[in-house]
């Protein structure tokens, strides 16, 4: 088993430097703080593994009563209510009643989509990642075009110690 200083080693950066341009443009883009805690919420909600259970069967089925989304993930239910309470209150799911029975379904193709994204990523094989040959999301916006090429020393680079909190 690695030390913490072996992890810490492996997942920070060994040259302490900040790129301007880059730093800019993600505080220029980032989520307000009440943004970011809405994010957070929902995640927390698809986080808990009874939840994901049902987020799943809703997914396969297209729309299910309570009674038959308990019956096919084996939950009571009580707890099958209250998750979808907590979902539809997140805007997750959306509910219809017919007559004694409510139906649930995804409340919409961003949330499938979330879903079916998360399945792809826990069963692909991830590919090893090393200064050779690194893997790299392609940026979003303009900035990408003014980023230096990865472990290349250009005169933008400005050497910090940490970029400030206010900067």
């Given at each position: 088993m690695r030390s913490d200083e072996t992890v810490?080693?492996?997942?920070?950066c060994t040259d302490h430097c900040v790129h301007p341009e880059t730093v800019r443009h993600v505080r220029a883009r980032?989520?307000?703080e009440d943004d970011l805690t809405r994010v957070s919420a929902v995640f927390k909600l698809l986080?808990?593994?009874t939840r994901a259970k049902l987020l799943y069967a809703l997914l396969e089925a297209g729309e299910l009563c309570v009674c038959d989304l308990a019956a096919s993930t084996g939950t009571t239910e009580t707890t099958v209510s209250q998750s979808l309470r907590l979902l539809?209150?997140?805007q997750v799911v959306t509910a219809r009643r017919?007559?004694?029975l409510m139906y649930?379904?995804?409340?919409d193709a961003h949330v499938r989509m979330l879903l079916d994204l998360t399945r792809e990523h826990m069963t692909h094989e991830p590919t090893p990642m090393s200064a050779d040959h690194p893997t790299e999301l392609a940026p979003v916006g303009p900035a990408h075009a003014q980023r230096p090429a990865p472990h290349s020393r250009t005169p933008s680079r400005t050497r910090s110690?940490?970029?400030?909190?206010g900067a």
């Open positions: 810490i080693g492996i997942d920070a980032a989520l307000p986080g808990d593994p539809r209150a997140s017919d007559g004694r649930y379904r995804l409340a110690a940490r970029p400030e909190a």
